[in-house]
C-alpha cells in the first residue's frame, strides 16, 4: 500500500470512527507495522486498523482529532 493510500484511507474516515480504531489500537509497535510500498530507503510504516501513518523515526504523520475539537 502507497503512502497516499494510507492517507486517503485515513481522511476517508469520520473523527470519531478514527479516534475509536486509534485507541483502540494502544501503543503501536513500529517493528511490527508494515511499511508503505513508496517512501525510499527509509518507507514509513503504518497500522491498517486505524490507517495511521509513521515516518521511519517513528514521528506520527497524521495523527487522528478528538472527535469534540472544532471542525468535527
Do not use: I
Not at 21 to 41: D, N, V
Not at 43 to 49: A, D, L, M, V
Not at 57 to 68: E, H, K, M, S
Amino acid at each position: 500500500m502507497t503512502l497516499e493510500a494510507v492517507l486517503s484511507r485515513a481522511g476517508q474516515m469520520n473523527r470519531a470512527e478514527r479516534w475509536t480504531l486509534w485507541t483502540a489500537c494502544g501503543t503501536h509497535q513500529l517493528e511490527s507495522l508494515p511499511r508503505t510500498e513508496t517512501g525510499g530507503a527509509k518507507r514509513p510504516r503504518y497500522c491498517p486498523k486505524c490507517w495511521t501513518a509513521f515516518s521511519a523515526d517513528g514521528v506520527l504523520w497524521n495523527p487522528p482529532c478528538l472527535p469534540t475539537e472544532l471542525g468535527v
